[in-house]
C-alpha cells in the first residue's frame, strides 16, 4: 500500500513520502508531534464537479431520507444539505418512478448526486440516461452478463464513477467460511471489482461496512492495499444520533487516522444534516478539514462561578450561523481559562460574576457575567 502525507492544512495536500534520511526524519517528527496523517494513495476519480481520492480532501457525503419518487421533497432536503456543507448526495431508486424522477432532481440540485441501486440493470441505465453522476451498484448482483456490461458501457460513456458497496449483513452465503468476517467482505468486493475490472471499467469506489467498529476497521484494513480504489468509509445502521455519532466517530476517527477513506457517510437514524454536521466534526477533530467554527467549552467543575452551561449552549447556536472557520472559547474560571481563550479567535475567561474577553490571544476587557453573550457575539460578527 502507498502513502501520503496529509497535512493537518487540508489546502496543504500531499507530496509523497520521501525515501531520504530527513524527509523520513520529518515524517517521524511529525508524526510524534501529531500533526499529520499518512493517507493511503488512491486513484483519483470524478464525480460531477467534485474530486474524490487522490489529493482531495477528505468529501463529505449523505443520503436523502425523502421518497425519491417525490422530487419537491428530495430537492428542498438536498438544498438544505448543500447548506450544511454536504458534498456528494445519493438517492436511493427502489422503482423506475424514482429513477425517472432522478432527471429532474439532478436539474435543481448543484452537488453531486449518486443513484443507489440494486439488482434492476434497467433502473441503473435511466439514472445514468437522467444525468446522474455517481451509481452505487454491485455487479454481481445482476445475474446476466450482458446487462452489466450494459451499464457498464452507459457508465463508461459518460465517465460516471460505479461505488462497489459491501454491507456485512449481505455477504453472499458461498464465501470461503475459513475466512474471517473482514475477509470475506473483502473477498466479496473483489468480485465485483473484477467484473468490472474485465469490462476495462475502473471509475470505481469501494465500501465495506459493518455495524460493529473492529469488523469494519479490519475489513478496510484487508482491502486496502490490494486495489487503487478510493475509499468511501463509515459505519453501517450505528444507530439513532446520540449512539450513532459515537460509534461512527470512532469508526471513521480509527480508519481516518490510519490514513485509510477518501470520501465519508454518517449513517443515522434521523435527519442526514445531522449526519453531515458529524462528520464534519470527525474530520474537524482529526485537523483533517476546516469546515464552520469550532466551540472549546470547559465541562465546568466546582471552581465554576457563573452559569456556564447555558452560556455554552447559546454560543453553540449562534454558531450555527456562521460559516467562516473560526474557535471559540467559553471557560469557566481562571485556571485553565485564559491559556484556551487566548488560543482562540475570540474567548472569555469567567470568574465570578465576571469574565476577561480575549481576542486573538490578548486580553480586551472585563465584562459583567449578563454580558458575556452579547458581547461574545459582537466580537464574533466583527471578526
Ligand atoms: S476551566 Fe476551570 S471551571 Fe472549567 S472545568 Fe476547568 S478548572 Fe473547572
Given at each position: 500500500?502507498?502513502?501520503?502525507?496529509?497535512?493537518?492544512?487540508?489546502?496543504?495536500?500531499?507530496?509523497?513520502?520521501?525515501?531520504?534520511?530527513?524527509?523520513?526524519?520529518?515524517?517521524?517528527?511529525?508524526?510524534?508531534?501529531?500533526?499529520?496523517?499518512?493517507?493511503?494513495?488512491?486513484?483519483?476519480?470524478?464525480?460531477?464537479?467534485?474530486?474524490?481520492?487522490?489529493?482531495?480532501?477528505?468529501?463529505?457525503?449523505?443520503?436523502?431520507?425523502?421518497d425519491t419518487r417525490n422530487p419537491r421533497a428530495t430537492i428542498e432536503q438536498i438544498h438544505e444539505l448543500e447548506e450544511c456543507g454536504c458534498e456528494i448526495i445519493r438517492c436511493a431508486v427502489p422503482d423506475m418512478e424514482a429513477a425517472q424522477a432522478l432527471k429532474v432532481i439532478k436539474k435543481w440540485v448543484r452537488i453531486p448526486l449518486v443513484a443507489d441501486i440494486h439488482f434492476d440493470y434497467r433502473l441503473a441505465l435511466t439514472a445514468l440516461e437522467s444525468g446522474v453522476d455517481g451509481l452505487r451498484l454491485n455487479p454481481g448482483n445482476i445475474s446476466d452478463p450482458e446487462k452489466v456490461a450494459a451499464v457498464v458501457k452507459a457508465a463508461q460513456e459518460r465517465l460516471v464513477p460505479i461505488r462497489i458497496g459491501v454491507n456485512f449483513g449481505s455477504l453472499p452465503k458461498d464465501l470461503n467460511p475459513r475466512l474471517s468476517i473482514p475477509q470475506q467482505m473483502t473477498e466479496a468486493a473483489m468480485r465485483h471489482i473484477r467484473?468490472?475490472?474485465?469490462?476495462?471499467?475502473?471509475?470505481?469506489?469501494?465500501?465495506?461496512?459493518?455495524?460493529?467498529?473492529?469488523?469494519?476497521?479490519?475489513?478496510?484494513?484487508?482491502?486496502?492495499?490490494?486495489?487503487?480504489?478510493?475509499?468511501?468509509?463509515?459505519?453501517?445502521?450505528?444507530?439513532?444520533?446520540?449512539?450513532?455519532?459515537?460509534?461512527?466517530?470512532?469508526?471513521?476517527?480509527?480508519?481516518?487516522?490510519?490514513?485509510?477513506?477518501?470520501?465519508?457517510?454518517?449513517?443515522?437514524?434521523?435527519?442526514?444534516?445531522?449526519?453531515?454536521?458529524?462528520?464534519?466534526?470527525?474530520?474537524?477533530?482529526?485537523?483533517?478539514?476546516?469546515?464552520?467554527?469550532?466551540?472549546?467549552s470547559c465541562p465546568t467543575c466546582g471552581r465554576t462561578e457563573v452559569d456556564l452551561v447555558p452560556l455554552a449552549g447559546a454560543v453553540e447556536q449562534y454558531l450555527t450561523k456562521i460559516k467562516k472557520p473560526l474557535k471559540?472559547?467559553?471557560?469557566?474560571?481562571?485556571?485553565?481559562?485564559?491559556?484556551?481563550?487566548?488560543?482562540?479567535?475570540?474567548?472569555?475567561?469567567?470568574?465570578?460574576?465576571?469574565?476577561?474577553?480575549?481576542?486573538?490571544?490578548?486580553?480586551?476587557?472585563?465584562?459583567?457575567?449578563?454580558?458575556?453573550?452579547?458581547?461574545?457575539?459582537?466580537?464574533?460578527?466583527?471578526?
Open positions: 500500500m502507498d502513502f501520503h502525507l496529509l497535512s493537518a492544512d487540508p489546502k496543504q495536500v500531499q507530496s509523497p513520502v520521501g525515501t531520504c534520511i530527513s524527509c523520513l526524519c520529518i515524517l517521524l517528527f511529525n508524526l510524534m508531534a501529531k500533526e499529520i496523517v499518512i493517507r493511503r494513495i488512491s486513484k483519483m476519480i470524478q464525480l460531477g464537479s467534485v474530486t474524490v481520492g487522490g489529493s482531495a480532501p477528505i468529501r463529505v457525503q449523505s443520503m436523502t431520507k425523502t467484473i468490472l475490472e474485465d469490462l476495462n471499467f475502473d471509475l470505481i469506489k469501494v465500501s465495506l461496512k459493518a455495524f460493529d467498529v473492529p469488523t469494519t476497521v479490519q475489513a478496510y484494513q484487508e482491502i486496502a492495499g490490494k486495489i487503487p480504489y478510493p475509499l468511501h468509509i463509515g459505519i453501517t445502521e450505528s444507530g439513532t444520533p446520540r449512539q450513532g455519532m459515537i460509534r461512527s466517530a470512532a469508526g471513521i476517527g480509527i480508519l481516518l487516522y490510519q490514513g485509510l477513506g477518501d470520501t465519508l457517510r454518517v449513517s443515522l437514524t434521523g435527519h442526514p444534516r445531522d449526519e453531515v454536521y458529524a462528520a464534519y466534526e470527525i474530520l474537524k477533530s482529526l485537523n483533517l478539514r476546516e469546515h464552520g467554527p469550532s466551540l472549546v471559540v472559547a467559553v471557560m469557566g474560571c481562571v485556571v485553565n481559562g485564559p491559556g484556551e481563550a487566548r488560543d482562540a479567535d475570540i474567548g472569555v475567561a469567567c470568574g465570578k460574576g465576571k469574565a476577561v474577553l480575549f481576542k486573538k490571544g490578548q486580553p480586551l476587557r472585563t465584562i459583567e457575567e449578563s454580558d458575556i453573550l452579547s458581547e461574545l457575539m459582537r466580537e464574533i460578527d466583527n471578526l
